[in-house]
């Protein structure tokens, strides 16, 4: 038994023709049976080219027709056209179409307007089913608010229905609210709902996708202890409303100023019912600003750098790896087409540059931007989380590396259930740790360092009572620097003895030259 697929563009006369040839050889002969496809001038073309390149076919106009053994299965047969088929049913049935050209116009009008119908139903069945629900925590937040957009707009979530969750404290109601009305305003299509709570179970009611916001004012704490103890019992208490009410396959994303690692690992640790790898926090906001760097120094757009790799804590010590980092549209000796990139530090060709001055402008980046807008530099904190979940959701360009934080299984050395940003791939819905990735020992040195400290900071969290004042502030964004003149060749204990030792307002980078 063989069956016949006829697609083509709902407007084609030719389409009309063959379609109803195929209806009468159907009517005819108990073995031939039809399923048509019809497309509207919109959608065609790019439906065509997919199918042509599925299956490694070359065809360019309506109608196409193929022929599928339904019985043996494999691959379908090309039949061709409007000509091809009206010859191969001529050969083999010894039938034709005498349908003059006006009666071919005639249906093919009637063909469009039946198909433009059809697609205003579907879209409206559409619109009526169940949405999918995102849950953004701190809601009322500077970040959240740059976020929101995003998250309705189709930019994230293509074609679904977004029932929207505000979540913010009591204090926070009346700014949350001024928040939903501006989310009603936008009139974006694939907007259903919006609800404001103050209520963290009701936030997370079958959420499928949650963003935690933490929002930390960086500096000197009036009660270091106090504000920890609060940190961790709000996290712990999210951690059990999503464990109690969200979908168990949620993707939960933590961003922001505060100790990023250690508070995921909080949410893995009191979530039991939520897979480990589905939490996990945001590293592009410094991957971002070196790429940034990188790309004013070789006069380049900052999209056409990648492969950039921050290692470690992202709201602490973090080691920026650009030993592996390339760049497309560079103006130099060699061209090539798009996909065409070098080496940027080939190009940049400066490791003095590198190890110094690059990583000092990446160290204060985000305090200078700061300093100049008079307010946290919230729009690149926005754009990392917003290209971070894409990325999670709809899988990231291939080839290409990425930065996030998520809960080791051992990988590179790091002790499983640390929470740990490594070198990342994404696929639809999930992520994948790049494990093949060489590096010498003073690396491996540098990176367990970190890691020892992400243990040290955790306990602190945990255990605020038990520390000093230096250790609660350095948790809170007051971190120490570890010397960058000496951490090529440092040992691990001269690299904890000097990170003890020494102190400064940024979060320290380890040189480039540990990674070359």
């Not at 305003?185 to 499928?208: G, I, M």
Request: net charge negative.
């Amino acid at each position: 038994m063989a069956k016949f697929v006829i697609a083509g563009q709902a407007d084609c006369p030719y389409y009309a023709k063959v379609e109803l040839l195929a209806d009468s050889l159907e009517s005819k002969l108990q073995d031939f049976h039809v399923h048509k496809i019809v497309k509207t001038p919109e959608e065609w073309k790019p439906w065509l080219q997919q199918l042509c390149a599925d299956n490694g076919w070359t065809h360019g106009k309506s109608p196409i027709i193929w022929r599928e053994l339904v019985d043996r299965g494999g691959k379908g047969l090309l039949i061709g056209g409007h000509n091809d088929f009206m010859e191969y049913a001529r050969s083999y049935y010894g039938m034709t179409s005498e349908m003059l050209s006006e009666m071919m116009k005639n249906i093919a009008a009637e063909n469009l307007a039946v198909t433009r119908q059809l697609r205003e139903e579907e879209e409206a069945i559409r619109l009526q089913s169940t949405p999918l629900h995102v849950c953004v925590i701190n809601a009322a937040s500077s970040p959240a608010y740059h976020v929101l957009p995003s998250l309705v707009n189709g930019e994230i979530i293509r074609d679904e229905q977004i029932a929207l969750h505000l979540y913010d404290t009591e204090e926070n109601l009346e700014a949350l609210k001024g928040v939903e009305m501006e989310v009603f305003d936008l009139c974006y299509p694939f907007l259903k709902e919006v609800s404001v709570t103050t209520d963290l179970p009701t936030a997370f009611q079958n959420v499928a996708i949650a963003i935690v916001v933490d929002d930390v004012n960086q500096g000197e704490k009036e009660d270091a202890v106090g504000d920890t103890e609060a940190k961790v019992s709000f996290y712990k208490q999210v951690a059990e409303a999503m464990n109690q009410t969200a979908n168990k396959d949620i993707r939960v994303l933590v961003a922001g100023t505060g100790p990023l690692n250690s508070l995921v690992s909080i949410l893995i640790d009191n979530a039991p019912s939520i897979p480990r790898q589905n939490i996990a926090a945001v590293a592009q906001v410094k991957e971002r600003q070196a790429k940034s760097l990188l790309a004013q120094r070789l006069t380049v757009n900052s999209a056409g750098v990648c492969d950039v790799i921050v290692w470690g804590n992202v709201g602490g010590t973090t080691y920026t790896d650009v030993s592996r980092a390339r760049v497309h549209g560079y103006d130099g000796a060699i061209w090539g087409p798009p996909s065409y990139s070098c080496s940027v530090s080939e190009m940049v060709h400066d490791n003095k540059w590198l190890e110094g001055e690059f990583l000092e402008q990446l160290q204060s980046r985000s305090s200078t931007a700061q300093e100049s807008l008079q307010h946290p530099a919230d729009l690149s904190t926005a754009a990392a989380i917003t290209s971070t979940l894409s990325y999670w959701w709809n899988g990231s360009p291939e080839g290409q590396l990425f930065s996030l934080a998520v809960c080791s299984e051992g990988y590179y050395n790091i002790p499983e259930g640390v929470v740990f940003s490594f070198p990342v791939i994404f696929h639809k819905g999930s992520w994948e740790v790049v494990q093949d990735m060489d590096m010498n020992e003073d690396m491996r040195l540098m990176l367990s360092s970190i890691a020892a400290q992400l243990v040290e900071e955790k306990d602190v969290l945990l255990n605020p009572a038990n520390a000093n004042q230096e250790k609660l502030l350095k948790v809170f964004g007051v971190t120490p620097e570890v010397p960058t003149s000496q951490l090529s060749n440092v040992k691990l204990d001269k690299i904890m003895e000097e990170t003890e030792k020494s102190s400064s307002e940024e979060a320290p980078e380890a040189p480039l030259s540990a990674g070359d």
